[in-house]
């Protein structure tokens, strides 16, 4: 019982960790809204309670381009993180080896498909795909953290 509860603790962290690439990419996608959005707001008049539009002040214009400028800076930090997570993910996916475990922790966990396409894709049952999950995540191994990376 303790061996089974320590693997389901070992295969928590790896799909945690598999996880991060996803991560990565709806940060991003939601700092590239929020960038849009305050790309819109300054591009329409702005209302007064009178219903009448108004121009913006200069005030507004420097700070909409300070906070502009910050989130294009968050987004290019954020787009560098996702490289650098997924060729780790990938490199640890690669060193599986059975194609079938890799395609499925590729397709799920980078690629971010549902169970059911990821079935239709490879042509085999969902519960075939659960199976292939099950044993990569038993075969797939966590980098180790050099004493370096943590400077």
Known sequence: MQTEEKEMTENEKKKEYLRQYRIHVRRIHRINAEIAELR????SPSMNNDGMPHGSS????SGYAAELDRMVSELIKERYMRMVEYQEIVRQIKRLRSENEKDVLFYRYIRG?????IAEKMKFSERQIYRFHGKALVNFRLPRKDVSECQ
């Open 40 to 43: 819109s707001m300054k591009i």
């Open 113 to 117: 498909m549902d169970w059911w396409e």
């Open 58 to 61: 200069q005030g507004d214009l």
